[in-house]
DNA sequence: GTGTAAATTTCGAGT
DNA sequence: ACTCGAAGTTTACAC
């Protein structure tokens, strides 16, 4: 890892053309080669970037100032990506070496939701009792699959922001579980969708196709399961 | 703008649970007291991060190590945001004047796609014309609403990569456009999915639905239009 | 490897 | 301020 503080201009040219007037910024150089342009403010994305695997060259410009020039392989169907840095006065260079990092622990994402739900359907409609998880359908898995109690099938889908396109998943499923007759005996497949927070758009979209919205109490779910003990 | 390269553990607590065991690791604290941990690999998005804006205090841990506690006004209907970091070690400690950004100048995206479609819409399918572009509906404004040889009514979606859930977007403008007798008095309203590269999950879903897919050459356009003093 | 969905997404435009 | 859609998205996961 390499850090500089320099004086700089930066040209990008691939997937787009973009660039950067001359500035003092941050130069990160990863040990894969990739390259992360920071500036002061902004939030953790960085001003442009090269994405690894690519390759630094040192080199110098007509006028005789630094330049490195950074090039990633094309991708295909892609015109080739490069990063242009001119450098007209350096304040900080230093190098250091990190090692390969452990990585990260995550908790508390859309698994964890579901796994919740899964233990706790009843939350959702009164009545309502787990089938199977990850239910398999042609297009892919339903969230839950549930019965409620007068032995109706119930699709959920569960998201932790519910947007309009969690919506249109979920319709997909249903479409295509009210073809099957094993599920369709007592009537249709109904659905619900549940959400810890659910946009204006899609619960009108959701409510226009039928589906119920469902707005899930994450800290709530947690407190039913006794859960404390899975943090850190 | 401070760099900091230091053996430490991360413990990050809001909108989920993560935690980084002890390795060596670089710290970036901007200006605005956000704070970005990387390591020496993976993409420009850090470990982990805590986005402005917040506020870094510097501590002591139970025995005697540095530990920065970097907090966010909790967000409404949010947990509060908390990164604590350990630090055992520090290796390097720099701080650097950076001054405001110009920011960055871009070109490329969808805005500029759909700029050259509008004003070259027979490369889509001939006899095409442009009606307007932007065509407003109750549910958001179409791409480009065009005419064809026959005086049919063309709504065209314009993505850079074309996947399922632009067909479904597609899809929705559709119904609501083939309600209206002005436009449809010729005939239905037709589809066209424009885009520089067309997944195939979504060309079977369009082609199912009548929607004709388009493979649109963007540097071919741009030849068309002989922009290319818009460059840098 | 390809394809799809999620993300502590971030970012920008429009209302 | 809020909402919605795009991103050089990146990342993780399933087939």
Redesign the interface.
Known sequence: ?R?V?ARCQV?YAG???????M????L?I???G?V?V????????????M??PCTVREGQSDDGRVEWTVTAKAAK?QTPDTLRILIDEM??D?S??????????????EKHLQELLAEHPATLAAGLTLVRREFPTAIGPVDLMCRDGAGLSVAVEIKRRGEI?GV?QLTRYLDLLNRDPLLTGKGAVRGIFAAQ?IKP?ARVLAEDRGITCAVVDY?ALRGLDNVEDR??
Chains 1, 2 share one sequence.
């Open positions: 890892m850090l503080v040209d997937r787009l053309t973009a660039h950067l007037p500035a003092t910024r941050v990160m990863k040990a894969d990739s992360l920071h500036s002061d403010g902004g939030s953790y994305k960085p001003l442009n970037w994405s690894p169907g304040f900080h230093s250091h070496n990190l090692g390969i990092d452990p990585g990260l622990q995550k908790d508390g994402v396109d249109e927070e758009q800290d943090l850190f």
